[in-house]
């Protein structure tokens, strides 16, 4: 098989092994980045939340791994910023686990929810506090993330920043009062 991913009208005469690897091929796409060949594949009628084996979307791809121009693509053509993965992990998070604010941003434009938790109820902001991630944090906050949050054992992002020895953050969630 080619470099190039299949367009989805001939994925519709592929053998099973072949609509495998062609959809392997979408997947590396989104972590690489190819916003143009995500763009091209979604006009022909990629579906926009194909996920794969561990359930992890296009877009939660393209988000953990820092690709801006990727995520704008897929957002415009209707991906779900809401769908989590088999982990129960969001884009959202991912990015501010991955400290990427203008992924955060753009995922915000699109309808992310900034107080969107996972199963264990942890925020994109628990995990911006737990990583150290201070411009991502203000960032949240002023669209509205509640700092007092707590997740399923309690924990709020300035005791998991604590926990974590993420210093900056604990000082910055310090100065906010919370």
Partial sequence: ??????????????????????????????RAGDATMLGRL??????????????????????????????????KY??????????????IAGAAFKG??????ILVEGGAQV???????RTAL?????FNRTAIIDYLISKGANPRVQDAKGVTPLMAAQTMGATD???QLTRLGV
């Fill in 1 to 30: 098989m080619s470099d190039t991913p299949k367009t989805p009208d001939t994925a519709t005469r592929m053998s099973d092994d072949e609509a495998l690897e062609f959809a392997e091929q979408v997947f590396d796409r989104a």
């Fill in 115 to 121: 107080e969107g938790a996972s199963a264990d109820g």
């Fill in 78 to 91: 209707k991906a779900d910023p809401e769908i989590r993965n088999d982990n129960g992990q969001s884009p």
């Fill in 169 to 171: 953050a604990a000082e």
């Fill in 42 to 75: 979604l006009e022909n009628g990629l579906t926009p939340n194909l996920r794969n084996h561990k359930g992890d979307t296009l877009l939660m791809l393209a988000s953990y791994h820092g690709h801006a121009e990727a995520v704008k693509v897929l957002l």
């Fill in 126 to 130: 628990m995990m911006a506090a737990m």
């Fill in 100 to 105: 990427d604010l203008e992924v955060v941003r």
